[in-house]
């Protein structure tokens, strides 16, 4: 087997080549069967649709995208969340009501994108699916990365659905002579070898022995038994566990990097696929159905009632459930008896590499330090910015994003810059994240410091919020009474004491939740101010009170919540503001090329 750095060269070589393809594409019409026939977002509601559609026609009116393709963008219906188990189903609803039977022979690749981000909340406004990525010019974000990474299938697919979520990035490659392929009926998912503990995280495969060899390079075969989200021990009881040099060792990141400490592994899942003839048996299940009133997991609730080797056990087991709701075991066992008896087909991709960039940590971890990342997608310290050779220090490390930086600026090791502008006399500690912000003062912006600026619109007024937090601040944290606030950390100290040197008031109001979620996300602790550059000093001077533990009154401003933030957002501003950085970056391009 080729050595862990040939491995990786391999993936660089072949991510390299897919994206020059891409290249070739965007802003020209794809011929027949070159690319995909539908290209489908999903979105939690109406109005992070709307973001989203605004996002794409920008993206089309500037060229960024093939061209000749039907892009859609379908929100959830109103009412309890569906996850993305119920989107797909709504998602095949909508494409019937608006194409008829001539959906059948669309090839579809289908987006999860909805939800608001909670552990990487600089994604919450305007979607984790249009996260900005170090590296093209101008920059790409996440939907153009996956529009490269999988521009080899639709050539290779029969009619269908390709699902996969808008957080994560799989980087492959394959023989000269290798092919991957979806054209059989029922299920097909890619695997890729991982460590027993990020199969604890993830789902895994149990091969049928007897097609599967093992044996390195492209494998197809067939999956036994599916399990999601399985302890250690279930994986070797299953037979999940595959003895060979195929093997993965998570890194300290969460990821499935290339260095072995012993010969275990598993294989995991990633995106996968649905032949039409199947996606139409889940239509009329979903019509059938009316209305759904639970969560369904599109991986944990599909795919393990796939397979020869699949029982009812996992119908009732709910551990994995963020909110048990009552017709979750009925609506899984009705999904159990559709879909029992088809085929789950497995790609075995050996030489591949799953990254998450779900979470802060990740999203720093893999933009800024972790030099895998880097190589395989050559990734550049500094895309698409004006960045003064003036400024005081750039470590190798950072990552700056569509940003301009002033000269005597400074940014620390291990930092992620987007959308911002960034004055003379700013210092940013390592490890931090500013987006969409505008920083004219001086100030030292601590370490592990998040912090992401919002244009909000209320009564019909433009106005500006900036959310900060450390970058280790759990935001999905929540308690049911206020007397347990106490609990609540913000950038390492209680809520509480955080409150007080505020002269916020623990009440009723303090929670924007109308439910007994109180946490940092419904909070009401971010002032509301009438310039961007302004709430982010306010926003400042609310973080510096904590760290000095000196008291910085709130009084007299309007506060939001996060939650509040991104029910009033206006995309129009924020992207303006995008623009209004995009176009000077232009300008100066355009200057040092004359």
Known sequence: MPAAGERSAARREATGRR????????????????????????AADAQQALAFRQQLAEKLSRRELPLGVRYHVFEDPPGPKIGNGGSTLHVLRCLEDLYG???????????????????????????????????GDPVYQMLELKLAMYIDFPSHMKPGILITCSDDIELYSTGVTETITFDKPGFTALAHPSD??????????????????????????????????????TMRRCGAVCVGGNCSQLSSSGDRSDSVMDSECVYTDSIFYIDHSTAKQLLTFYK??????????????????????????YIENTSNVT???????EVRQKLYSLLKGT??????????????????????????????????????????????????????????????????CFIGPGSVIEYSRIGPEVSV???????GSYINLKVDIPSNCFMSSLSIKINNQVRYVSMVFSVEDDLKKTVKLLSEIRSLQFFGVSLLECLDLWGVKVSGQLFSSENTRLGLW?????????????????????????????????????????EEMLAYKDVEDMLKLRKQIYDKICLQKEKSDL
């Open 19 to 42: 994206l020059a393809r891409f290249a070739a594409l965007r802003g020209k019409a794809a011929r027949p069967g070159e690319f995909w026939d539908v290209v489908a977002l999903t």
């Open 101 to 135: 039977d001539k959906w059948t022979s669309f090839i579809v690749l289908l987006i999860h994108s909805g939800g608001y981000s909670q552990r990487l909340p600089n994604a919450s406004a305007l979607g984790k699916i249009f996260t900005a990525l170090p590296f």
């Open 196 to 233: 027993l503990a990020v199969g604890t995280t993830h789902g895994v495969f149990v091969m049928d022995p007897s097609s599967f060899s093992g044996k390195g390079g492209l494998e197809y075969t067939s999956c036994h038994h599916f399990l999601h989200k399985p302890d250690i021990e």
């Open 288 to 313: 059938q159905m009316g209305t759904l009133c639970c969560e369904i997991d599109a991986y944990g609730d599909f795919l393990q009632a796939l397979g020869p080797g699949a029982t009812e056990e």
């Open 323 to 329: 909110e048990e709701e009552s017709r979750l075991v």
């Open 343 to 408: 085929t789950l087909n497995v790609i075995v991709l050996n030489n591949s590499k799953f990254y998450h960039i779900g979470t802060t940590q990740e999203y720093l971890f893999h933009f800024a330090s972790d030099t895998k990342l880097k190589f395989e997608l050559d990734l550049l310290p500094v895309a698409f910015s004006i960045f003064s050779d003036k400024a005081e220090t750039l470590d190798q490390s950072a990552s700056i994003i569509q940003s301009i930086l002033e000269p005597g």
């Open 429 to 435: 500690g390592k490890n931090s994240i500013i987006s």
């Open 522 to 562: 419904t909070a009401r602790i971010f002032p509301v101010c009438s310039t961007l550059s302004e709430s982010v000093r306010m926003s400042l001077k609310m973080l510096n009170s904590v760290q000095h533990m000196s008291a910085f009154k709130l009084n007299g401003f309007k506060l939001l919540s996060v």
